[in-house]
């Protein structure tokens, strides 16, 4: 029997078979078993695959037990405009490992460009900072370091934002303006912040492109 909520989030987010293989770290013919023969993937590649296509898990699949943990969905905001500008410079203050970005929405590189400086102290201090933004973003270098890479076209992944161990999530990143964006803190090593974790690193990795 087919998972029709599978299909349909693939088909969503404009990925083949082969694509979310790729991202989420499985084989192919596992994704396509997936879809046709409604096959229940293992937590670990569950949470993987709903990262990528930026879906809950338990959407996917209702039957597996235990594959999300809402007690890591702390909020969930109407609106990227709706979180008040106070609260990103304090989640970018308090970072002292990583401020990891990745988007394709003008407004998010505006709240950046407004957090200009705050951004360049921190890398500066020696967190790891890096912001994956489409070519043409318009935003200055922040430091020295390697910090901004630019991808064409399509982000391959969905937009993150990504702050030590917290992390907001536009819950359709196709539209990240006005979708809902649901905020996340970490709570173990197999849940869906991890597996959000894993699905940036991939898109920084695949985006070959020059760094700044």
Do not use: C
Not at 76 to 105: C, Q
Not at 141 to 157: D, E, Y
Not at 188 to 196: N, P, S, V
């Amino acid at each position: 029997m087919r998972n029709e909520r599978f299909g349909e989030a693939i088909r969503s987010a404009g990925y083949s078979f082969g694509d979310l293989a790729y991202l989420a770290g499985v084989n192919m013919k596992t994704a396509q078993r997936w879809f046709y023969e409604g096959r229940t993937p293992r937590r670990r590649a569950a949470n993987a695959a709903a990262a990528v296509l930026n879906v809950d898990p338990s959407w996917l699949w209702p039957q597996r037990v235990g594959t999300g943990d809402p007690k890591e969905v702390v909020e969930v905001y109407p609106g990227l405009r709706s979180i008040p500008m106070p609260l990103w410079r304090r989640l970018t203050t308090d970072a002292e490992r990583r401020i990891w970005i990745s988007t394709e929405h003008l407004d998010v590189v505006t709240i950046l460009g407004g957090m200009r400086s705050l951004l360049r102290d921190r890398a500066q201090a020696g967190v790891d900072v890096r912001l994956l933004l489409f070519k043409g973003h318009g935003l200055q270098s922040i430091s020295r370091r390697k910090t901004i890479k630019t991808f064409n076209g399509p982000l391959r992944g969905p937009s993150l934002m990504i702050f030590d161990d917290v992390m907001l999530v536009p819950h359709d990143f196709s539209a990240v303006a006005v979708a809902p964006v649901i905020r996340l803190h970490r709570r173990r090593d197999d849940g869906m912040f991890e597996a959000f974790v894993h699905a940036f690193n991939d898109s920084w990795i695949g985006t070959g492109n020059p760094v700044r």
